[in-house]
């Protein structure tokens, strides 16, 4: 108990009143972490603080890297080393004497040298290191390394060169996704992805939301979409042809016997989980791998993909709970937009992907439209609108987004065409001619309930608030079709005990990666992206 006091110095006094013990201030201790060595970024980023403050740079350091390229003259080899830390292409430059053979892009080498002031040559090249020392720690064997034309050629001047060089590094990890993190686009997209992920916990945390850890391999298809993975296990498998045909179905008992009979599969999303942590947190969120075993193979469709998914209890009533719900999404997204611009490595990485910094994206309010009204504009402007009822296609969705300028939200959506967990709006929509010639005057049911559609990419965002009256969410559930039996947790006890008024939202990383740093398609800057086809790793 003694060794958590913390504060100023106390002493302990035993019941007879002697000094029995003295107990200094708790002192934080210094991590293994700080025992590590510095990265080029930082010994970048120091040597350039100490050059603005006219202080003499680190005499004596020690660097690590890989190769990227190199020049030989015959006083002089030039290296480009980069360790995958420091913004955009950047490398470290480092100024060795004479002209060295042993030395080949792709090495990962050790050296030790001075940090001195860069020969200007690029901004990325203020600071140089003039190396004494340098040890080969694991060769390249340039003959079959995929990428060794495509190191050696990643600092060309020419811009047609540095397009065909990125054109060519792409086609290659294309193919060979083990070299993708040595790519500068991908590491930049990596980095950039970082800090927006932690941005938006940083908000999380501010705002009192606990990050908990939904369960991968679920029971039931939350969304009841039907594009989901059964999760078997290897011994449940038939193993030869004549079982494989007495097999008459996927998701009878015969594939389930690990499970006890019950299916299992891959989450489509993590909410309904969410919701049972809601009611207990209040506040909760996750950022989790989720699967869709969707066949489209467009640039925006994966069938692994991280969401990031908050929950939320104590929603006012009326209106006001959707636009509580819309107000933590926008503030969340927005957070993530100023990290993705927070510092000048970020800045580095940002323009080296060809994206634009947009103050409006943050300083403005985004604009709120029902669905009513997104259908009105779009029989209004558009060649083949929707009428009221049908889902938004993806060219309906970029449309508004571009037509508003910025990213939208589309509420009160139809209730057949949402899934059964969205809270019934209590007023009904009337029909008019604009939205529904065929059906004017016609009264439809809407749920409270949200898409953030962004330019160029579309439905980035879907949300809503819940629907805790449990006769209203039985009779949704029995339309939808899905099997009620393996939900009465969630449909039955979560909403007879304490089911408090709650909202929540889901967020696709990659697409949100995409959008903000105007990258496409989505497996670009996927590591291992997972998409229909031969699975290689």
């Not at 059906?439 to 629907?467: H, I, N």
Request: aromatic share 8%; glycine share 8%.
């Amino acid at each position: 108990i003694l060794s958590g006091l913390v504060g100023s110095e106390m002493c302990i006094r035993d019941s007879l009143g002697s000094l029995a013990l003295h107990v200094r201030p708790y002192q934080t201790r210094a991590f293994a972490s700080a025992r590590l060595p510095p990265t080029l970024h930082v010994l970048r980023r120091d040597a350039e603080l100490a050059l603005a403050s006219n202080k003499s740079l680190a005499s004596d350091v020690t660097a690590y890297g890989w190769i990227v390229s190199m020049r030989r003259h015959k006083t002089r080899t030039f290296l480009e080393l980069t360790d995958g830390t420091m913004g955009g292409g950047a490398t470290m430059q480092v100024v060795l004497s004479g002209d060295i053979r042993e030395l080949t892009p792709g090495q990962a080498i050790q050296l030790h040298g001075q940090m001195k002031a860069g020969r200007a040559r690029s901004a990325s090249q203020r600071v140089e290191i003039q190396a004494d020392h340098v040890a080969v720690l694991a060769p390249t064997d340039l003959a079959t390394y995929p990428l060794a034309n495509v190191m050696q050629g990643n600092h060309a001047t020419s811009a047609a060169t540095d397009a065909l060089t990125h054109t060519t590094a792409t086609d290659i990890v294309r193919r060979e996704s083990h070299f993708k993190a040595r790519t500068p686009q991908f590491a930049a997209l990596q980095r950039t992805r970082a800090r927006m992920e932690h941005a938006m916990g940083a908000w999380m945390a501010a705002n009192d939301f606990c990050k908990v850890h939904p369960p991968i391999i679920t029971s039931s298809d939350c969304e009841g979409g039907g594009e989901i993975f059964q999760v078997v296990a290897d011994a449940d498998v038939p193993q030869n042809s004549q079982e494989t045909m007495s097999l008459t179905s996927s998701r009878n008992g015969s594939l389930a016997a690990f499970w006890s009979g019950q299916p299992a599969y891959l989450t489509v999303s993590a909410q309904l989980h969410l919701e049972a942590y809601a009611l207990g947190l209040s506040r909760v969120w996750s950022l989790c791998p989720v699967f869709r075993a969707e066949g489209s193979a467009t640039n925006r469709h994966l069938a692994e993909f991280w969401m990031l998914e908050a929950e939320m209890c104590w929603l006012p009533d009326g209106e006001q709970a959707l636009r509580m719900v819309l107000d933590v999404t926008e503030s969340v997204l927005k957070s993530a937009l100023q990290a993705a611009w927070h510092d000048e490595r970020a800045k580095e990485d940002m323009v080296f992907l060809g994206a634009t910094y947009d103050a409006a994206l943050i300083d403005s309010l985004w604009p709120r439209l029902t669905y009513t009204d997104a259908v009105r504009l779009l029989r209004a402007h558009t060649k083949a609108p929707p009428v009221w009822g049908e889902s938004l296609k993806s060219e309906h969705e970029r449309w508004l987004a571009s037509h508003m300028g910025q990213p939208v939200f589309v509420t009160n959506f139809p209730t057949e065409i949402k899934p059964f967990y969205m809270r019934e709006d209590p007023e009904p929509v009337i029909l008019s001619d604009d939205v529904h010639p065929t059906e004017s005057g016609s009264a439809r049911k809407t749920v409270a309930c949200f898409d953030l559609l962004v330019p160029q990419v579309g439905e980035l965002v879907g949300g809503s608030v819940r629907e805790e009256r449990h006769g209203v969410l039985m009779q949704r559930l029995r339309t939808s079709g899905l099997q009620a039996s393996s939900l009465t947790w969630y449909t039955n006890d979560l909403r007879r005990y304490g089911g408090a008024p709650h909202g929540g939202f889901g967020l696709g990383m990659e697409r949100f990666l995409s959008w903000v740093t105007h990258t496409v398609p989505v497996r670009g800057f996927v590591g291992f992206p997972r998409v229909k086809g031969p699975l290689r790793y």
